[in-house]
Every structure is written in structure tokens, then in C-alpha cells.
């Protein structure tokens, strides 16, 4: 697992890629992978697969700046402090 400063290094690496002149998308990906893999001691674990593992961890954007909450059962936003509004699901 990736703590927040290892996922946010991970996720520049992987918002780079997007922008990198590597002709082939492994080669602009690579980059992400070795990081994970330096992290975590993973290795070939696609990005895609990477980032969307811890992005499913956080909770909805936060209403006042957008930035989302920490984990889905967040109280309150750790970016801007404000407190969360809408009803946590109480079907489960
Ligand atoms: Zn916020």
C-alpha cells in the first residue's frame, strides 16, 4: 500500500505520463511502474491498476474545495477542514 506521500509521488509520475513524448505507452508509463515498484517491491504492476487501487480509497470530492476526502467514510475534509454534510450511506 502507498501512503500519501509515496501515492503522490506515484501520481505525478502517472499525470506525466500524459504530457511525455515516449512514443509508446509502455515507455511513458514505465516510469510510474518503477516507482511503485521501488516503493513497494511490486514489480509489472500496470499504472493504470496502480492509480486506480488508491484512488478508490478516498471518498467524494469535497463540496467546499474539491479535493477528495481522505477515505469514503471521511467526516471532514483533511485539505480544507470542512465538515462533510452529506449522509454517510447507513444502508450497510
Ligand atoms: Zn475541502
Known sequence: MLDE????????????????SE???EARFAPVSRAYERLTGYAGCHPNVVIHHRIAQYGPPCRACG???RTPEARYCAACGTVRQEAVDSSR
Open 23 to 25: 512514443p509508446t505507452l
Open 67 to 69: 479535493k477528495p476526502l
Open 5 to 20: 506521500e509515496e501515492f503522490e509521488e506515484v501520481s505525478n509520475l502517472y499525470r506525466g505520463a500524459f504530457r511525455s
